[in-house]
């Protein structure tokens, strides 16, 4: 009986702590939204910098200087969080998560008062992927760029171009098949988990790549500099 009783004792946890986020946002939409956020950014980054090798490569390099006498000082809180994971989390509570939610509400009551057909609905989907994703995303690629250590305006513009496209390719391919997979199979009460767990998987995938390159580039660059 208890093998029996576990996954829906599993269940009935995790439909109360459903319930219970559901109602903070409904309560407070703006904050429960941008500590979402700050959440899903603080493990997408981490597990970014993880998976794309590029936290075993800045410990290899923190161990070498050590070694050669000129250690890598930290403060106590880059001790116990990682420098840049922190960034991302205050971005997504300070920028993205606010961003997401002021765009969105824009766009609700745009067409809050239209009748619900479907010509609207096309509409809708219209105006989140042409005006709002590829905004969400310039900012996210921004954020990226300079969470990485870029200071130069022109670079930063000049990753957002070269990197913008692909990935708009990728949510103009994806999510309209989400939201439409949202509008008819979940009630609306559950779509921001949804698109957060969406948006999740494919930010991490996206920071990810984004980092292997951006070591590979690095590494080609020494290379480039031990044979000259």
Not at 151 to 159: D, L, N, T
């Amino acid at each position: 009986m208890s093998a029996v009783s576990r996954p829906a004792g599993r269940q009935g946890i995790a439909v109360a702590l459903l319930t219970a986020y559901l109602t903070v946002l409904a309560r407070q939409p703006l904050v429960t939204k941008a500590c979402t956020t700050a959440t899903l950014n603080f493990l997408q980054e981490e597990i970014a910098q993880r998976s794309s090798g590029m936290r075993a490569a800045e410990q290899a390099q923190e161990k070498q200087a050590a070694l050669q006498g000129a250690p890598v000082r930290k403060s106590i809180i880059e001790r116990v969080v990682n420098k840049r994971v922190l960034q991302f989390s205050l971005y997504g509570l300070l920028v993205s998560g606010p961003l997401n939610h002021f765009m969105y509400e824009i766009l609700n009551r745009v067409f809050a008062n239209r009748p619900k057909t479907k010509t609207n609905t096309v509409l809708a989907l219209l105006a989140q992927n042409i005006v709002i994703s590829p905004i969400l995303n310039s900012v996210f690629l921004a954020a990226n760029a300079v969470i990485a250590g870029e200071r130069s305006v022109e670079k930063i513009v000049a990753v957002v171009r070269a990197r913008l496209l692909g990935m708009m390719k990728v949510s103009w391919v994806v999510f309209p098949c989400v939201q439409l997979f949202a509008a008819r199979a979940l009630p609306p009460l559950v779509w921001v988990p949804f698109f957060n767990a969406v948006a999740f998987v494919f930010g991490t995938y996206f920071n990810t790549q984004g980092k292997k390159r951006a070591l590979q580039a690095k590494r080609a660059e020494e290379q480039e500099g031990k044979r000259e």
